[in-house]
C-alpha cells in the first residue's frame, strides 16, 4: 500500500472549514484514498473515501488532486466535536484490505 | 445504523488469566479484523479473518492470541495467560468487502491486567 504524510497538528476556529492535507505521491490507479479520525480513545470511524472523483457525504468533502498524488479532507464547518486525530490511509480496492495506521495529524478546533 | 458491537467494555484481569474479548460484526459483513491500542500508542493491526480461517495476522499475534467465529454472529478473541503488556484497548472491526472495501471499527475493549 502507499504511503501517506500528513502534518503533526493543525488547528481551527468553531464554525470554520478545517482543510487536512494528505499526501500521497506513490499512489498506484487501483488504490483508493480513505479518511478515518479516532476522537479521543474511541474506535476509528470511517468517514470518506474516493478514486479520482471529489466525494461529498453527510460528514465532509474530499478533494483528490488530478494526479491523485495528493488529497485534502474538507470540514465544512468544523465543531468542538470534530477534534480529533485524522488519519489518511490508501488502500487497493480489488482485494480485502488491512488499515496500518500512521500518526495522522492531530486536529485541535478552538472555540 | 449498523454498528459493530464489543463486549465487554472495560474488562480487569489479573496477570496470569485467560480472557475472551467478544465482538459482534455487522450483520451482512464477511471479514473481520482485531485491533489493539496500548495507551497512547497507534492503532495497530492484529489479525484478519474470512471464511472461518484467519486471513492475515502481524507479528504481535502469536501464540497467546486467538481467535474464533463461534456461531453465526459473534467473533471473539481469547488472548491466554495475560501479562501487563496486554493492557490497551482491543478494537473489532468487519468489512463490507467484497461487496465494498469499507473496514467499520467498534467502540473497543479496555482490558487493564493487574
Known amino acids: 500500500d502507499a504511503k501517506t504524510t500528513q502534518p503533526t497538528s493543525m488547528d481551527c476556529a468553531e464554525g470554520r472549514a478545517a482543510n487536512l492535507p494528505c499526501n500521497h505521491s506513490?499512489?498506484?490507479?487501483?488504490?483508493?484514498v480513505y479518511w478515518y479520525r479516532q476522537i479521543h480513545s474511541q474506535g476509528p470511524q470511517y468517514i470518506i473515501h474516493?478514486?479520482?472523483n471529489n466525494e461529498t457525504n453527510e460528514m465532509a468533502s474530499l478533494i483528490i488532486t488530478e494526479d491523485r498524488k495528493s488529497s485534502t479532507l474538507i470540514l465544512p464547518h468544523a465543531t468542538l466535536r470534530d477534534t480529533a486525530v485524522y488519519y489518511c490511509?490508501?488502500?487497493?480496492?480489488?482485494?480485502?484490505?488491512?488499515?496500518?495506521f500512521g500518526s495522522g495529524t492531530r486536529l485541535s478546533i478552538r472555540p | 445504523e449498523p454498528e459493530v458491537t464489543q463486549t465487554p467494555s472495560h474488562q480487569v484481569t489479573q496477570m496470569g488469566q485467560e480472557v475472551i474479548l467478544r465482538c459482534v460484526p455487522i450483520?451482512?459483513?464477511?471479514?473481520f479484523y482485531w485491533y489493539r491500542q496500548i495507551l497512547g500508542q497507534k492503532v495497530e493491526f492484529l489479525v484478519s479473518?474470512?471464511?472461518?480461517?484467519?486471513?492475515?495476522k502481524s507479528e504481535i499475534f502469536d501464540d497467546q492470541f486467538s481467535v474464533e467465529r463461534p456461531d453465526g454472529s459473534n467473533f471473539t478473541l481469547k488472548i491466554r495467560s495475560t501479562k501487563l503488556e496486554d493492557s490497551a484497548m482491543y478494537f473489532c472491526?468487519?468489512?463490507?468487502?467484497?461487496?465494498?472495501?469499507?473496514?467499520?471499527f467498534g467502540e473497543g475493549s479496555w482490558l487493564t491486567v493487574v
Open positions: 472491526a468487519s468489512s463490507d468487502w467484497p461487496s465494498g472495501n469499507t473496514i467499520y
Open positions: 506513490t499512489i498506484s490507479g487501483n488504490e483508493y
Open positions: 474516493g478514486l479520482k
Open positions: 490511509i490508501v488502500l487497493l480496492y480489488s482485494s480485502a484490505s488491512k488499515i496500518i
Open positions: 450483520s451482512n459483513h464477511l471479514y
Open positions: 479473518f474470512y471464511n472461518n480461517e484467519i486471513s492475515e
